[in-house]
Structure formats: structure tokens, C-alpha cells
């Protein structure tokens, strides 16, 4: 386990599991995996007319997990991997009608792990 201080307050961080959140560029969505259950949150944080997207790649496979409930709506997806797997994790914005997704408001988390 490592340690780290930051100042008065402890922060403990396990090197078997990560969980985290990530917003698209410029706004719009949101991402929130936790590797306790494995789940993966994609929420739409905007009123723009797109949907919020989460792109999870695990080795050289990415997939894409769409949102397209509108602005202040979460979907959640109950995924599994092996214990310590490494994934990269990110937020974008996209057209869910033709599954375009707009790559330069994409916003990643790299090197996580499950």
C-alpha cells in the first residue's frame, strides 16, 4: 500500500484498484468508474442537445457506453474484469442517433485499473 500525505489530512491509495471520475472537454458528461463492483457511470451534465458518452478500453478493446436520456440523467453499467486488470477510461460528448462521437471534447483517464 502507499502512503501520501497532504498536509494535515491522510490519503491511503491501493495499487490493486482505482476508482475515479473524469468531465468531457468543455463539459457535457461525465464518467465515474469504481473497481469495487465495477461499475461505470456516464452522466449528462449539459442541456446541448448531445449525449453523453463513456469509453472504456480494456487491452486493445474499446467500447463505447451511450447516454442519451438527457441533461441531469445517469446510466450505470455492472461490468467485470479480472482483479487489477489495467483499463483507460474516458468522457465525451456525441450524436446518439448516428453514434458520432465528437473526439476532441474526449477527456481520458489512462492506466487505471479494475
Avoid at 472537454?25 to 464518467?31: D, E, I, M
Avoid at 438527457?70 to 461490468?79: E, H, I, P, V
Wanted: aromatic share 12%.
Amino acid at each position: 500500500m502507499v502512503a501520501m500525505s497532504l498536509g494535515a489530512v491522510g490519503l491511503m491509495v491501493s495499487p490493486a484498484s482505482a476508482s475515479g471520475s473524469i468531465g468531457a472537454l468543455g463539459g457535457g458528461a461525465k464518467v465515474t468508474f469504481t473497481s469495487y463492483g465495477e461499475t461505470f457511470e456516464v452522466c449528462d451534465t449539459a442541456a446541448d442537445g448531445h449525449s453523453a458518452v463513456g469509453r472504456l478500453t480494456y487491452y486493445d478493446d474499446t467500447t463505447s457506453y451511450w447516454n442519451p436520456n438527457g441533461a441531469g440523467t445517469c446510466k450505470t453499467w455492472n461490468l467485470s474484469f479480472p482483479e487489477g486488470s489495467r483499463i483507460a477510461y474516458g468522457a465525451c460528448r456525441g450524436e446518439y442517433g448516428s453514434k458520432s462521437i465528437d473526439a476532441t471534447s474526449c477527456q481520458w483517464v489512462y492506466n487505471d485499473k479494475a
